[in-house]
């Protein structure tokens, strides 16, 4: 049987922790900033974790992970 194939992009966007929870990076931060609080875009730098009922599908996408 062939090895299992890991989704690129989900790669490039997900971070899997010790507890095996997905880290992710926060949206709305790549253009249009100027109509944006300092504050709103301040917290969007930290990062976010992952819906519980969207981890079954990123599990699947990253195997080796």
């Known amino acids: 049987m062939p090895k299992m194939k890991t989704n690129r992009g989900a790669a490039k966007r997900f ?3 010790a507890a ?3 880290k992710r990076g926060q949206s709305h931060r790549r253009h249009i900033l100027t ?3 300092a504050k709103r875009k301040l ?3 930290s990062a976010a974790y992952v819906h519980d009922s969207d981890s079954a599908s990123i599990d699947k ?3 080796y992970r």
């Open 43 to 45: 917290h969007l730098r």
């Open 15 to 17: 971070r899997r922790n």
């Open 35 to 37: 109509k944006k609080s």
């Open 61 to 63: 996408m990253l195997p």
């Open 20 to 22: 095996g929870k997905f």
